[in-house]
């Protein structure tokens, strides 16, 4: 580790020792960074299109699913959730942070629940889990071992409907009361944790407005031209990084 890094380690444990309500954004970059399928990547996005003739935001998409179900099946468990990744000893760390008191609650687009693969109770996932798969019509729930497993598309055992996974599809809305339910914790937090996004991600974009608190903390891989925004920044593997903690 650069000897700069382990200087802002230690303040960062001061961040984290005076503060009362910390708020973690978990920006989608960690799912890559533990082996989830990332769609969005530049080369596996052109490598999905070879193979289709569709791009992933055509298929991972509600319209798609709506009438070439059998299509965004074999995509969706082929290139989806055929790799969930692992767990990394950093996302341990913001377990032992909830446990402690410190850490009040988790903020994700991430599909593949991470946060709560790894312990964490109290996690906003506003895209849904490929975890959580349901029937439509029945209400009956699904784990991803279900879809993963079946042939062709997952039909329900009790009315044989198509299960529909538990994740937001491109060109559906997300739910409005748990953004809110999330832009409150964001304005109750004294210092925000943002780890595996820039800040001008999505996810930061949505949510920054609403911090009025006291510390911005950035973990992130690459630099970026809005880094100056943040109090501390520290680049590296957010995974690394918090598992450097020792907390």
Do not use: W
């Not at 593949?112 to 349901?134: D, I, K, M, T, W």
């Not at 062709?152 to 009790?158: A, D, F, I, K, L």
């Not at 920054?208 to 590296?236: C, M, Q, T, W």
Request: charged content about 25%; hydrophobic content about 35%; proline content about 3%.
């Amino acid at each position: 580790m650069e000897e700069s890094n382990k200087e802002k380690l230690v303040f960062l444990r001061e961040v984290i020792n005076r503060s009362r309500y910390m708020v973690c954004l978990f920006g989608v970059g960690i799912g890559s960074q533990c082996g989830c399928t990332n769609y969005r990547d530049e080369d596996d996005s052109y490598d999905i299109e070879e193979k289709y003739g569709y791009s992933p935001d055509e298929m991972f998409n509600v319209t798609f699913f709506n009438t070439r179900v059998d299509r965004f099946y074999d995509f969706y468990k082929k290139d989806m959730i055929n790799n969930l990744g692992t767990v990394g000893e950093g996302l341990y760390c913001l377990k032992r942070l909830e446990e402690q008191g410190k850490l009040k609650s988790i903020i994700t687009r991430d599909i593949f629940s991470l946060p709560r693969r790894a312990g964490c109770q109290n996690v906003y996932e506003l895209h849904g889990s490929v975890y959580r798969n349901f029937c439509p019509h029945c209400g009956r729930q699904y784990p991803v071992e279900y879809i993963q497993n079946s042939r062709g598309v997952p039909r329900c055992e009790s009315c044989g409907s198509v299960i529909r996974p538990g994740v937001s599809l491109v060109g559906e809305m997300v739910d409005n009361a748990l953004i809110s339910r999330a832009a409150e914790e964001v304005r109750k937090a004294d210092t925000l944790l943002v780890i595996g996004c820039n800040l001008k991600a999505s996810l930061t974009n949505t949510f920054l407005r609403y911090f009025e608190g006291d510390e911005l903390v950035l973990i992130n891989k690459d630099e970026h031209f809005a880094d100056n925004i943040a109090d501390l920044v520290i680049h590296g593997n957010p995974m690394d990084i918090l598992k450097d903690l020792g907390i």
